[in-house]
């Protein structure tokens, strides 16, 4: 099991580009959830995708959109970016329903730098 | 709001000794998670807490919650060098993974 997968680890963009993250959950998950970490604080919720559909959303701009495939995994996309969008972003995938669903698991992030 | 307070922040401690960590929530929750991250790292899973009085050991790390009080310990037993990291809480309080997070606990552990 390759656990949680992300890609790329690191990339560098300039303000105004848009950008777009890839997540693969562990095997056996069905919901992913995006974060953005600034350095030196605790996460924050972006939004998470079950069944292909956005089901719910944090506090961030539309700027901030993702997608669900079918075979569960995700893709983060940042338009217009901007300097504070410099960040670790981390996917963490998840069960919605059955007995194991509380475990939550984080992927290695992908490191955005907007200059 | 549900807002989630750690502290201490920040905590220098030399090995062999006893520490806790605290983590309060402002609202009822459903599930408490402790992780641990490593300076660049990601964030490893250490305990998830679903019950009021639940409690959870992993070697020198031992994790519990008060629904009551909306309060949860990490205490750390005997604390070595390799526990030096970055500790968080996080609260779902929905039981659907949309977690909110304490600022997190910088540990450095002295030999």
């Known amino acids: 099991d390759a656990g949680v997968t992300q890609s790329p680890t690191h990339l560098i963009k300039t303000r105004g580009q848009q950008v777009t993250l890839r997540c693969s959950p562990k095997s056996g998950h069905d919901t992913v959830s995006w974060y953005q970490q600034a350095l030196g604080q605790g996460p924050q919720f972006i939004f998470q995708y079950y069944e292909e559909e956005e089901r719910q959303r944090g506090n961030f701009p539309d700027r901030f959109s993702g997608h669900q495939f079918p075979n569960y995994s995700s893709e983060l996309n940042v338009n217009a970016l901007l300097l504070g969008d410099s960040a670790l972003y981390l996917c963490?995938?998840?069960?919605?329903?059955?007995?194991?669903?509380?475990?939550?698991?984080f992927g290695p992030g992908t490191r955005l730098t907007v200059t | 709001e549900l807002k989630v307070e750690q502290n201490p922040l920040f905590l220098s401690m030399q090995e062999g000794k006893n520490y806790t960590i605290y983590c309060n929530y402002s609202?009822?929750?459903?599930?408490l998670y402790w992780y641990r991250q490593d300076p660049g790292k990601s964030l490893e899973s250490l305990f998830v807490l679903l019950s009021n009085g639940a409690v959870k050991q992993e070697g020198r790390l031992m994790a519990s919650l008060d629904t009551k009080a909306r309060l949860s310990t990490l205490h750390i037993t005997a604390a070595v060098h390799d526990l030096s990291a970055t500790y968080f809480c996080a609260v779902d309080r929905n039981s659907n993974y949309q977690l909110i997070w304490g600022a997190g606990t910088k540990l450095i552990i002295k030999p």
């Open positions: 963490a995938s998840s069960l919605l329903r059955g007995r194991k669903a509380y475990e939550q698991y």
């Open positions: 609202t009822t929750s459903d599930r």
